[in-house]
């Protein structure tokens, strides 16, 4: 029975309805009913939810996204599968389909065995309760039985590292002891099927190891495991076979290399990390020849991580000596189109109005580890001089990710920020109450 | 292969006979409950029961005395109310027994309607996460409340003993006995509208602002701390609607000798408790599978 399905999605669809569902309130829900009993566009109607789909106008149909359309695929026996795609593709509803969250629209899914899902680690965590009194009702959120949980118990205690705390209220835990004691509990279930975001996002490195080593022992034990992830690193690592989603279709299904391969590379055929640009027809003054954005490594990437620096390095080319020339950059969050970075030459100010000799220039602008929050970056660069403007190019795009999870700790979700700095953050306790006060006033 | 051994067959697969554990499509039904996932849920039952009891007295200096104290204390602010300056009448019952009588009765119904009522809005971090047969929770708060009042219910029989009642065996084995499905009627009153409102809030927030108001003017027009007989004649056709009147009422009878209320509340009573525990479920089965979507 090696070979055995135990796992078969058919044709699964998602839609939510935007907008109109979620007031909360009997008076929006009347207002809206009236608006569109007159034939009046609802008042109530979520326009941001659209814009943050509005490339994905196919996505939309009567008024409800497609989260995730037709989508089918077996699994089998033992086998490991990674689940990628960029963000809103459609992942974490497959997810929530999958661990029976939610209901579908469409299709079906099919299981065969105990299906345990970790959508998050400490799910029901109480504050009050102990280590191991959280222990015994994190274990039985997630399914298993009071029997399993003692057996296990001494197991689980051992796997956090924190034996002496056990008999402590959790609300007193460090969030590294809270996770740690967590994943205890998850790591031991014991399902036939293995549903798993990127709860391995958090915790510190050796941690991290000590989790994926588990789920590889979970795989090798023979049971199935599905892994959704951005850390194509780990996925690759651990998963045999892929399945690509982009825009709520499936996209790809093979084995892993492959799948990634696509990934990659459909990633960068529409927004790529590094252009060259062609000489332009006729005469010029000055032009970009190539914008690239690079790791920590120096290599080109589309993909940065947010806890390692980064730079954008421009090549450009004056065919004459231009005088009051200025090179600018500019580095805009898609999400909210707003430019988050506005650089230029300090070198090319042009109260000196000296002139840079014909030639061929390189500019590496760096960025420091921890600058940009997650998510999808434009960088524009143009160069002009007293408000003539040769070239400006803005087609280049980078992503940034959190594969160490200093955003994301305790599976919460993404803060809404830009900037993702980690600043030092010494606090003293004051032997006396707010002595500043009375400075102040005298002030 | 030992996946086989968790049973719970739903379908025959076209491609033969093997069988799937789990099979997930859009559902439709009112009444659709997986009744063997809540049994097999029920080590969770227990657990959050446990949690139920043992979160509350955590870092209280009294612990476990707050399920005591409470009822006594708002009995003795009843008896200095209503009994010491209102003066309301309590048909030669001492008022202590009379006010506590009604206030364990109605307690009960206010915890077990109060508990499932907020089921979808305070679980949504954990709905949101973990698939579980949602039954389980509603049916564990019906549990916490049936002990707090066991808790409550043993309270009212030593007062109830000091006063000097619960002399013959006979009718203490009587009223213990009848205790028993007037406690389930409770409970099913408390868990059937309590369903009703938890779904209708996913939906409508106003509900939740609704329900505590509401909750206390029906305290005040149940006979809590009046016997029926003070209403007017044309009034008393509230306790005859009113299905909590009823329990009230007769647990008082029961226990105290008091009269016993008008049969027709009871018929009524059981009509409306049904009603409503069929519109609950029904409600709650279906919220459960989209609710995740809308909180």
Known sequence: ?443 | MNNLETGLTTETTDMGDRKWDTVVTPSQGWLNFDLLETWRGRDLIFMLVKRDFVSVYKQTVLGPLWFVIQPVATTLVFVLLFGTIARLPTGGTPPFLFYLSGLVTWNFFATSFGKTSDIFASNAAIFGKVYFARLTVPISSLISSLLTFAIQFVLFLIFAAGFGYLKDPLMAARAALLTIPLVFYTAMLGLGIGLCVSSLTTRFRDLGYLHGFALQLWMYSTPVIYPVSLLPIHWQIISVINPMAAPVTTFRSLWLGTPMPDPMSWIVGIGITCVLLFLGLSLFSHTQRLATDTV
């Open chain 1, 1 to 443: 029975m090696a070979n055995d399905t135990v796992i078969k999605v058919e044709g699964l669809g998602k839609d939510y309805r935007l907008g109109v569902i979620n007031h909360g309130m009997l008076y929006r829900d009347l207002q809206s009913w009236f608006a569109r009993w007159r034939g009046r566009p609802d008042p109530n109607a979520k326009f941001k939810d659209v814009s943050l789909h509005q490339q994905e106008e196919h996505r939309m149909r009567e008024g409800n996204f497609l989260a995730l359309d037709d989508v089918s695929f077996e699994v089998k026996q033992g086998d490991t599968l990674g689940i990628v795609g960029r963000n809103g593709a459609g992942k974490s509803t497959l997810l929530k389909l999958l661990s029976r969250i939610t209901q579908p629209t469409r299709g079906s899914i099919r299981m065969r065995g105990h299906v345990a899902s970790l959508l998050e680690v400490g799910t029901g965590f109480h504050p009050e309760l102990t280590g191991r009194e959280n222990i015994f009702l994190n274990g039985a959120i997630l399914g298993m039985s009071r029997s399993t949980i003692q057996r296990q118990l001494e197991a689980i205690i051992d796997f956090s590292e924190i034996e002496q705390f056990i008999d402590t209220p959790v609300k007193r835990y460090s969030s590294g002891m809270y996770v740690r004691l967590a994943f205890a509990v998850a790591a031991h279930l014991e399902p036939e099927i293995l549903i798993v975001d990127e709860v391995l996002a958090v915790g510190d490195i050796a941690f991290q190891r000590k989790c994926l080593d588990k789920m590889q022992n979970v795989h090798d034990s023979g049971r199935t495991v599905l892994f959704v992830s951005h850390n194509l690193t780990a996925v690759s690592k651990l998963c045999s076979r892929c399945i690509l989603l982009s825009g709520g279709r499936l996209v790809g299904d093979g084995p892993t290399a492959e799948v990634l391969n696509e990934y990659v590379s459909a990633v960068s055929s529409n927004r790529r990390p590094s252009r060259e640009y062609p000489l332009p027809e006729g005469p010029f003054e000055a032009r970009i020849q190539r914008v690239s954005v690079t790791g920590a490594d120096g290599k080109i990437t589309s993909v940065t991580e947010l806890a390692e620096k980064f730079s954008i390095e421009i090549d450009y080319e004056l065919a004459a000596a231009v005088e009051g020339l200025s090179v600018g950059l500019q580095v805009i969050f898609i999400e909210s189109d707003l430019t988050v970075v506005s650089l230029s030459d300090p070198e090319l100010e042009w109260s000196r109005l000296d002139a840079r000799t014909p030639g061929y220039y390189t500019s590496r602008v760096e960025f420091p580890a921890g600058l940009l929050n997650t998510g999808l970056y434009q960088v524009r660069v143009g160069m002009s001089a007293h408000g003539k403007v040769f070239h400006v190019v803005e087609d280049i795009f980078f992503e940034v990710i959190d594969n160490v999870g200093i955003m994301i700790p305790l599976g919460q979700e993404r803060k809404n920020a830009i900037l993702a700095l980690q600043l030092p953050w010494p606090s003293q306790r004051q032997e006396e109450k707010a002595r500043w006060t009375t400075e102040t006033h005298s002030a």
